[in-house]
């Protein structure tokens, strides 16, 4: 909350929309840098770090793994959250800040930062955490490819036949245990599997849609994930959205999933 210098209380946000970001600059980070760096040094202090910690600094930074740190160097306190954690919920962010801040003091992992991060970690799709180098330690799923009313393994069928000439036939396909609406499909390279999300097990879902969902994920087995000249992945480089456009009816598909979430 934002209030007056005066001390005339919290008043209404300016009316002017904020500042256009610099072209080419990062995506603002759910936890801005400078608001990690004063939590830090909440924590350390509250903690009754006695090192050096008059200088503190926090940056996100591409971690080709993903990982975060903490060291001394120079007396100065630096930490290094993946950059991934920039677009994290703020409360992951700061369960994150308050382990390395206990791993700085030798303390014990807190639990409930700890509960908060694995919550995040298993909610990432697979194929985002592959592009980590993290081995998801997820359970098992057996592979649910036939659901009530739609049998994926025709729709991979189809699709690979129709744009893959066959080359997709050791591609694993299944429905997703849940009905998510948010993760719709994903492809786990370390299974060599396709995950479709059980909303789509329904009598009124179209071939083109079920056709259309199979071809982007079985193109994610084509293209692999790109790194960026700044350090950041992209999963749908150019010349995947290129090879996803030649789908026939791909803005109708696009147009009939926006509208099921
Ligand atoms: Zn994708």
Redesign the pocket.
């Known amino acids: 909350m934002r209030i007056a210098p005066g001390g005339g209380g919290p008043y209404p946000p300016p009316d002017v929309p904020a500042p256009a970001r610099p072209s080419g600059c990062a995506s603002a980070a759910s936890v801005p840098e400078r608001e990690a760096k004063a939590e830090i040094q909440r924590l350390l202090s509250e903690s009754g770090w006695n090192g050096p910690a008059r200088e503190v600094e926090v940056e996100y930074y591409p971690y080709a793994t993903l990982r975060h740190t903490v060291r001394v160097r120079n007396g100065r306190v630096i930490v290094r959250l993946h950059d991934s954690l920039r677009k994290a919920p703020a409360p992951v962010v700061f369960a994150m800040l308050a382990i390395l801040a206990a791993r700085l003091c030798r303390r014990r992992d807190p639990a409930r930062a700890m509960r908060i991060y694995k919550k995040y970690l298993t909610s990432l799709p697979d194929?985002v955490l592959d592009s980590y180098g993290k081995t998801d330690r997820r359970r098992e799923v057996e592979d649910q490819p036939v659901g009530r009313w739609q049998d994926l393994r025709k729709v991979k069928e189809r699709v690979d036949a129709a744009f893959f000439g066959g080359a997709m036939s050791a591609v694993r396909i299944s429905f997703s245990p849940a009905s998510a609406r948010r993760r719709l499909?994903?492809?786990d390279r370390a299974r060599n599997r396709v995950l479709i999300s059980r909303a789509f097990d329904r009598p009124d879902a179209p071939d083109y849609v079920l056709d259309y969902m199979v071809y982007?994920?079985l193109?994610?087995a084509i293209y692999p994930v790109r790194r960026e000249a700044d350090g950041r992945r992209s999963?749908?480089s150019r010349e995947?959205r290129e090879a996803e456009r030649r789908f026939p009816r791909y803005r109708e598909a696009v147009a009939w999933i926006r509208r099921m979430r």
């Open positions: 194929d499909g994903s492809y982007h994920e193109l994610h999963f749908h995947f």
